[in-house]
């Protein structure tokens, strides 16, 4: 597999890794995602990782990456899950935080929603498509892997929806609809809270009137 590296410069070398001891082979799985994830970090630029980048910032050889990852998309997949189950958790918290009213979950989980966006804006890029997102065909990757991404996150919320109508305080009909459209909503506004430098955004909260108004939330 022929790759070549966003910069013409040479590569730095690398520090050789400590090698596992016998049965913690799954370490080595774990290095390589977690080094990708940093070099998102680093570079906010999919293309900067690539499997010698990663094998240079874990000190291993690239074919060392083989055995756990057939290729980069493959990577960036475990990267992306790992995201993905980072953003329920933080969903999950910010829920169980705001307590028993299912209206103030649903407000929490949106609110949360755009926070992790704003605070981990090349990860979250990265998790809805970004640059390494392959052509089905072209890589390791199958469609199921794909379509499967963020079904916990988006259940959560879905969950939160259907809790304000079993309690009243909704008037939607598909919960299940509903939350999707709500979180296309949240989705364009992180997107637009990141490209958009200047702009006069109203005193009231945008994400709080999106909720109100996609959740068709009443006032009791």
């Known amino acids: 597999m022929n790759e070549t590296d966003v910069t013409s410069q040479d590569p730095p070398k690398r520090t050789a890794r400590v090698r596992n001891r016998r049965g913690e082979g799954g370490r080595l799985r774990e290095d390589i995602v977690d080094a990708a994830a940093a070099l998102l970090d680093e570079s906010g630029d999919e293309r900067a990782i690539t499997l010698r980048s990663v094998a240079r910032k874990i000190g291993i050889a690239a074919p060392s990456i083989y055995p756990h990852f057939p290729d980069q ?4 997949l475990a990267v992306v899950r790992q ?3 980072a953003l329920e958790a933080h969903l999950r918290a910010a829920a169980d935080s705001a307590g028993s009213d299912p209206r103030d979950r649903l407000y929490a989980v949106s609110r949360a929603y755009l926070g992790y966006a704003q605070e981990h804006p090349a990860r979250y890029r990265t998790m809805f498509g970004g640059l390494w997102m392959p052509t089905l065909g072209d890589s390791s990757l199958t469609e199921e892997e794909l379509t499967t991404l963020g079904a916990g996150a988006m259940q959560l919320l879905a969950d939160a929806l259907s809790d304000c109508v079993a309690a009243g305080q909704s008037s939607v009909a598909d919960p ?6 709500l979180w296309v909503c949240l989705h364009g ?3 637009q809270h990141a490209a958009t430098r200047i702009f006069p955004w109203p005193g009231e ?3 709080d009137a999106i909720v109100t108004r996609v959740a068709k939330l009443n006032d009791v």
């Not at 998309?73 to 960036?76: G, H, R, S, V």
């Not at 299940?176 to 459209?181: C, R, S």
């Open 73 to 76: 998309p493959a990577i960036m």
């Open 83 to 85: 995201e993905f189950t």
């Open 176 to 181: 299940q609809l509903d939350a999707v459209t």
């Open 189 to 191: 506004l992180a997107h």
């Open 205 to 207: 909260s945008v994400a």
